[in-house]
């Protein structure tokens, strides 16, 4: 007797069989036991998930000599010629090579003979989507309106190229991409009857190579026991199919996380040398760092599910040593190396350079974390002063400017009092600036109008500065450092700066300091320092130059 591969040999002979499709087949089954069963179905899907073995089962299920049974007995001669591919009144046709008009007219003479010996005559058409528009068009007034003898079954793996008005005249079926853990255990059932030793570990690497397909899974556990035998050691997936160890890929991932580049370049060079496809695996490590920014997030087993246990806590324990941000930047290398590797000549070199960009970049830190000690930095430099003791502050109302203003306790005396306040606009933002430089930065945009009784008026230009200020903690803080420079309580009005004023201070701000000014701005200044970095290039954000 002739060797049957597994995927034919161990292909499902009733409904319960099925892998993954319950939503398929116990409609399939409930309509078949209340007699509601269509004349025409479509069942669409990606490869090797099970449509035309549920088509087979269809017509098994309807042709069975104690039927129409949603369990066929698979022992009399219509379940048995279905099953060898063999009964004269079931037709499987192929749409790539069965795929014009002239062949779809000879469907449509032979569906007016009865069937000649089952109940039903059943045409199952493969890759339907293959099939020509015409040929399509000439089936439409007979797939709309078939003899009570015919049923017609479709499969396509591309659904979007079925002409709708085929789709309309048919019950759709959609088909699941199977998870590697139903594929795992579909496997292990089949070892088991086989007689074959083999991990889990590796049943589960074969699923995840398999792509969602059982069909491909059972073919490369085929090859694996041509190659192995009955005894399979995790090594022989490496030999035999190229699969990477899952092993070598944390060992990537912890060099990647632990910043050690020499260490991953080193397990992607053993890699190379065995011959395995180096795209693959950057795949593999994209999938890695989606699996640790889930973890970073708390994901449990409902997102890490399809990972055995000793993987996901391995993956806890990397995703651990990584921000969430840095997991992002990590990914978003990989993904930019993986497209790279598609087209270049040297896919080694690539990938290479994106382990080492990968584990030698610094940490992101956090904007808040940056503005702390930009400021802590610039008093540290002596350039602002405390705040005095007893300082306290009280929110009032401005019923006369309509808005909200801020009052502060008075502090020091500062260089100007409130007879020269509107006068000193440039004395008080060097004052806020040494306190305070971001603030100083969206105040310089302003133009101080007038100080009366104790109002201190300001006019803004409408959008992010006058969004920024007019925030309440904003609107606290000048107040507090204007009674501070002024010596008496102030309260801060904020009005908007008209169209043309606006479009006037824009213009303004947009002239750029020239390079070596700004190189020498004290916040400048203390980024380089906080961050260690040096100035490569001077731009003028404007488009104009300085």
């Given amino acids: 007797m002739s060797y049957l591969v597994l995927a034919r040999k161990w292909r499902p002979q009733t409904f319960a069989e099925v892998v993954g499709q319950e939503h398929v087949t116990r409609t399939l089954a409930n309509a078949i036991r209340a007699g509601r069963v269509a004349h025409a179905f479509l069942f669409c899907g990606m490869r090797g998930v099970g449509k035309t073995t549920a088509a087979r089962l269809l017509a098994k299920a309807l042709n069975c000599e104690a039927g129409p049974t949603p369990e066929p007995c698979n022992r009399c001669s219509n379940c048995r010629e279905i099953t060898a591919g063999s009964a004269v009144d079931v037709m499987e046709i192929d749409g790539a090579s069965n795929r ?179 795209r693959r695996f950057t795949r593999d490590l994209l999938e890695h760092f989606r699996n640790l920014a889930v973890a970073k997030l708390g994901g449990g087993k409902a997102l890490l599910g399809e990972l055995p246990e000793e993987e996901r806590q391995e993956v806890s324990r990397q995703a651990a040593s990584m921000r969430a941000e840095d997991i992002d930047r990590a990914f978003r290398v990989l993904l930019g190396a993986e497209e790279e590797i598609g087209r270049s000549p040297c896919p080694k070199l690539v990938l290479e350079m994106a382990l080492i960009k990968v584990a030698t970049m610094p940490p992101v830190v956090p904007v808040e974390e940056v503005l702390e000690r930009l400021d802590a930095s610039l008093k540290a430099r002596g350039e602002s002063s405390g705040q005095p003791a007893g300082f306290a502050e009280e929110r009032v109302s401005d019923s006369a400017a309509g808005g909200t203003g801020w009052v502060a306790d008075p502090g020091p005396q500062g260089p100007a009092g409130e007879q020269s306040g509107a006068a000193n606009w440039q004395e008080f933002l060097a004052f806020v600036e040494r306190e305070r430089p971001l603030l100083a930065a969206h105040l310089r945009q302003c133009r101080a109008l007038a100080m009366d009784g104790g109002t201190l008026e300001v006019e803004v230009p409408a959008g992010f500065h006058r969004d920024y200020l007019a925030r309440e903690e904003q609107m606290s803080l000048v107040g507090n450092l204007a009674s501070r420079f002024y010596g008496s309580p102030v309260r801060l009005s904020l009005r908007e700066a008209a169209p043309a004023e606006t479009s006037r201070a824009k213009k303004q701000a947009t002239r750029e300091p020239k390079p070596r000014e700004m190189l020498r701005e004290r916040a400048v200044q203390a980024v380089i320092d906080i961050l260690g970095g040096e100035v490569q290039e001077v731009k003028s954000r404007g488009g104009t130059g300085p």
């Fill in 100 to 278: 014009g008009i002239n062949e779809v007219r000879q469907i449509i003479e032979n569906a007016r003979y009865r069937p000649a010996k089952s109940r039903y005559k059943i045409y199952i058409i493969d890759e339907v989507h293959q099939v020509t528009h015409d040929a399509f068009n000439a089936l439409l007034k007979t797939l709309e309106e078939p003899p009570p003898h015919v049923k017609f079954i479709f499969a396509t793996t591309e659904a979007h190229r079925v002409p709708h008005t085929i789709v309309s005249r048919c019950q759709r079926y959609d088909f699941k991409r199977l998870s590697p853990r139903q594929i795992a255990q579909r496997l292990a059932e089949i070892c088991r009857e086989e007689g074959i030793q083999v991990s889990d570990a590796a049943l589960y690497a074969i699923a995840r190579e398999a792509d969602g397909s059982l069909r491909d899974a059972q073919s490369l556990l085929d090859q694996l026991i041509a190659f192995a035998g009955k005894a399979i050691a995790d090594g022989d997936l490496k030999t035999a199919l190229g699969i990477a160890d899952r092993e070598v890929l944390y060992a990537v991932g912890r060099a990647l996380v632990e910043r050690q580049p020499l260490q991953a370049v080193e397990q992607l060079g053993a890699l190379h040398l065995f011959g395995y496809d180096l």
